[in-house]
């Protein structure tokens, strides 16, 4: 099992209430409460509440849960217990010695424990075998490639695109082959109306932002460094605006870059 704390907020989504920070120390603190991160939205409000950083970016990533140590079912419940986010039990029906009921323990924390209740089951029961599954039952990886090439020879490509996925690299090459991994943070901006399941003919839309670290900055070719300066300025990270499909990605940043990458073979 693997769980997440992910909402439209946490995102980066919301930016008409929130702003956000990427992966940056600060000298501020994070907002311990959504009201407290929505008040600094107003210069207005600033004298009167304390000062924190944005959201950070990105959301924290999937987490692997321990293995259930015995039979259980699909049926899967999240319960509040305090007032946090990581205030949440996980709970999962199922069996022990013979006895029906659930599976329980804290989202953030600790081991499965069974309390036993002889509640008939809702449904049928799972192959939870002991052995480590992830290989077997998750999806591999996309396939879906974009690549981009100037009139320079410079290029821009994304391996196996993730409609959904929130985190990316970036291969950035010049035209004499010297490369490095931007980092692209993106956030799905809100839809109206319906929308196609999955990657479609029908563009996504993103907001976000590609940034290089300090360290891969300083190591950064002479070359190198000004195909990639070109992209996010020379502060090393750049907000973005970003559209895909089935047939291409676009990237446009507030730097001025321009560009679409094709779909590709990889």
């Known amino acids: 099992m693997y769980t ?12 008409l209430f929130f702003s956000y920070t990427y992966g940056e120390d600060t000298e501020l603190a994070e907002a311990p409460t ?19 950083t944005g959201i950070h970016l990105p959301p924290p990533s999937w987490v692997r849960q321990p293995k259930v140590p015995g039979e259980i079912t699909s049926t899967i419940s999240i319960h509040t217990t305090g007032g946090r986010s990581d205030r949440r039990e996980l709970r999962i029906e199922g069996r022990e010695d013979g006895r029906t009921s659930f599976w329980h323990k804290p989202v953030d924390a600790g081991e499965w424990s069974f309390t036993a209740m002889d509640r008939p089951l809702t449904t049928d029961l799972l192959d939870n075998r002991p052995d480590d599954m992830p290989t077997s039952t998750m999806v591999g990886p996309t396939g879906v490639h974009y690549d981009y090439r100037d009139q320079a020879g410079s290029t821009m490509a994304l391996r196996d695109y993730d409609y959904a996925d929130d985190s990316m690299p970036v291969r950035v090459c010049t035209a004499g082959g010297s490369c ?4 692209l943070f993106l956030a799905s901006t809100p839809r109206f ?4 399941e999955g990657l479609s003919d029908t563009p996504r839309t993103y907001h976000g932002l590609l940034h290089a670290t300090q ?4 190591a950064l070719s002479p070359g190198l460094r000004t195909v990639v300066e070109r992209i996010t ?13 089935t047939g291409e990605f676009t990237l446009r940043t507030t730097e001025g870059f321009e560009a679409v990458l094709r779909r590709s073979a990889g």
């Open 215 to 218: 360290e891969q900055w300083d």
């Open 4 to 15: 997440r704390l992910w909402d439209f907020d946490i995102s980066g989504a919301d930016t």
């Open 34 to 52: 959504n009201f407290d991160a929505w008040v600094g939205q107003f210069e207005f409000l600033r004298p009167f509440f304390p000062q924190y």
């Open 193 to 196: 109306g319906w929308q196609p």
């Open 180 to 183: 490095t991994e931007l980092s």
């Open 233 to 245: 300025g020379a502060d090393r990270g750049a907000n973005v605006v970003a559209t895909s499909n």
